[in-house]
């Protein structure tokens, strides 16, 4: 009888496995590059997103922008049985808080909330830019339409809600309109800090700013490449943490490290013609995004944008210099490109999403042994772990072993010192946690 039992369980679990792999390709196939393109050139046709440009017009500024960008979600959500809730969430800015901030200014974000079935305090964020501005990042009334950034962001956000709100989650997805990203990412900060007061556990954010050129400045043109950039560990980790990782590893392995070895993991998986690359940057040299002020918060967070950027059509007045087209103008957009690094959003999200949560605590130990030794903690709803493993200098987990439902394992003829490990947790339906670094020792 007990064989009985394990056999049906284990097809219970291969159906489940082959229903999500399907519902993974279901998904790649029903973001739309067409959809894409009508809310980019929407979005653009406000003239102005500025975060100081005006909010009393209907059709121009980040006002009806962010309006109409409500109403969209309300539209999505209307489709999915009220799946969604949408709500603004707003911070007042005083004038003078820097230098981008000329007068009292109210950043305001659009959430939209897929709440989910057995964790509905774990959220998964993907998020966009509203707001957009031209070479003087002070000028909020001449034209701005901001089309790759961050129209594209946005429009990719919207799409992936469209897209996933017709399936159902055990973790809560949050959608999210961000403003102010361009007067010194006040929209994150707001947000990060309303997630801090309300006690969401974030499990991480996917930051979108730049997913439609292909055409870089330098030449090339990929409609293939895109970057992953993520900070090597949270800043808000503790002294005795900085100094044991001096001993046992882990300068690359941190929390948001995590999350961009995931999407890189799920794309390689259901989207392999594409070619996620991995930075171990917070971001561009010198710059920064709305993923930066929840890493300050001590939450997991990556920008997935485009690999060949453009400057002359980023923060630039519309114009055209020695045969030179200045501008963030729509026809600069690729929008089958716009579509891809939406459905890497979107598979990586309902990944996370399908998945129970990472073990909290992973002991490591079998120093001066010839085996890896590990103990991790049990994670409610998991069938199972698997323990992944690579090369100190290898950016990506390259070899892993499912080690089935216990809470301890042995890897016999693998030298700890030679490799860094991590556990992920395994549900009843194949998918799986994103994978928790070893933060305690035993021996």
């Known amino acids: 009888m007990r064989v009985l039992i394990l056999l049906g369980l284990l ?15 279901s998904i790649i196939h029903a973001v ?19 975060t100081l440009s005006d909010t009393v017009s209907k059709t121009r500024g980040i006002g009806a922008a962010r309006r109409w960008i409500k109403k969209e979600f309300q539209k999505t959500s209307k489709n999915c049985n009220n799946c969604l809730e949408v709500t603004y969430q707003k911070n007042l800015i005083k004038k003078g808080e ?46 701005s339409p901001g089309a790759n950034d961050n129209a594209t962001g946005m429009a990719g956000t919207l799409e992936a809600a469209r897209v996933l709100s017709q399936f159902s989650f055990e973790n809560s997805i949050l959608y999210v309109g961000l ?22 556990e974030i499990i991480g954010i996917l930051n979108n700013d730049m997913i439609g050129n292909i055409t870089g400045v330098d030449g090339v043109i990929s409609n293939r490449d895109f970057r992953i950039f993520s900070e090597p560990v949270p800043p808000t980790e503790t002294e005795k943490e900085r100094k044991l990782r001096r001993f046992y590893g882990g300068e690359v392995d941190g929390i948001s490290r995590q999350l961009a070895r995931f999407v890189y993991k799920t794309t390689k998986k259901y989207m392999p013609e594409m070619n996620p690359m991995l930075v171990y940057r917070l971001d561009r040299f010198g710059r920064g995004g709305h993923h930066k002020p929840f890493n300050d918060a001590g939450f997991a967070g990556i920008r997935i944008m485009e690999a060949h950027e453009n400057y002359t059509q980023q923060h630039q007045d519309i114009r055209t210099e020695n045969g030179i087209a200045y501008g963030d103008v729509v026809e600069h957009v690729n929008f089958e490109y716009n579509k891809k690094l939406t459905a890497v959003n979107a598979i990586s999200l309902a990944s996370i999403a399908w998945a129970p949560p ?7 130990g079998g120093i001066v042994e010839p085996a890896a030794k590990f103990k991790w903690s049990k994670v409610d709803g998991a ?36 490799y860094f490990f991590g556990i992920a947790a395994i549900g009843a339906n194949g998918q799986e946690s994103i994978v928790t670094f070893p933060n305690a020792i035993f021996r």
């Not at 897929?114 to 305090?121: E, F, I, M, R």
């Not at 990472?358 to 490591?364: D, F, S, T």
Request: aromatic share 8%.
């Open 11 to 25: 097809l219970l679990s291969n159906i489940c496995l082959g229903q999500k792999e399907a519902d993974m390709y």
């Open 383 to 418: 069938m199972g772990y698997k323990i992944y493993w690579r090369n100190t200098t290898s950016p990506t987990w390259d070899y892993s072993k499912s080690v089935g439902n216990v809470l301890e394992h042995t890897l016999d003829g693998i030298v700890v010192d030679n």
């Open 179 to 200: 403003s102010g990203e361009e007067q010194g990412l006040f929209g994150g900060k707001g947000l990060a800090n309303f997630a801090k007061e309300k006690g969401w």
């Open 32 to 50: 739309s590059s067409e959809r894409i393109k009508k809310d980019v050139t929407t979005l653009a046709n406000f003239g102005t997103r500025h």
């Open 98 to 143: 820097n230098d981008r901030i000329t007068k009292d200014v109210v950043v305001v974000n659009v959430l939209a909330l897929q709440k989910g079935t057995k964790y509905p305090n774990r959220y998964i964020i993907m998020s966009g830019d509203i707001d957009s501005r031209v070479s003087d990042p002070n000028n909020y009334t001449s034209n």
């Open 358 to 364: 990472a073990p909290k605590k992973v002991e490591i």
